[in-house]
């Protein structure tokens, strides 16, 4: 069971960057994914959520209109997608995927209802 964040880099403010997120060992489809992000010092911020089929999305509201979350559940793909488009030095943070099994997506912002992480991935935004 294992999820493996890969995209992150130092950028510019103003541009963007795709994280990705792969997923391998269980049954990917099953679980609603998640993208979250920490700073050294702050609590792990939600960033968004992706259901199963991909039809329901959650954002937090410091990144809605900016960045979309997406997903592959091909059968030789698993994955998770982060567009990040307009970034801005404040969303300078190690960005984590994560994947739950809770129903309602309600609960899909709280970190806790995430049973499997990533190892993250280091995005740095210059002003």
């Known amino acids: 069971v294992q999820l493996e964040e890969s995209g992150g880099g130092l950028v510019q403010a103003g541009t963007s960057l795709r994280l990705s997120c792969v997923a391998s060992g269980w049954t990917f489809s099953s679980y609603v994914m998640g993208w979250f992000r920490q700073v050294p010092g702050k609590e792990r911020e939600f960033v968004a959520a992706v259901s199963w089929g991909a039809l329901n999305t959650v954002y937090g509201d410091s990144v809605k209109g900016r960045f979309t979350i997406s997903r592959d559940n091909t059968r030789n793909t698993s994955a998770v997608f982060l567009q990040m488009n307009g970034l801005i030095p404040d969303d300078t943070a190690t960005y984590y995927c994560?994947?739950?099994?809770?129903?309602?997506?309600?609960?899909?912002?709280?970190?806790?209802?995430?049973?499997?992480w990533g190892q993250g991935t280091q995005v740095t935004v210059s002003s």
């Open positions: 994560a994947a739950s099994t809770y129903f309602s997506y309600t609960q899909w912002t709280d970190p806790g209802h995430y049973a499997i």
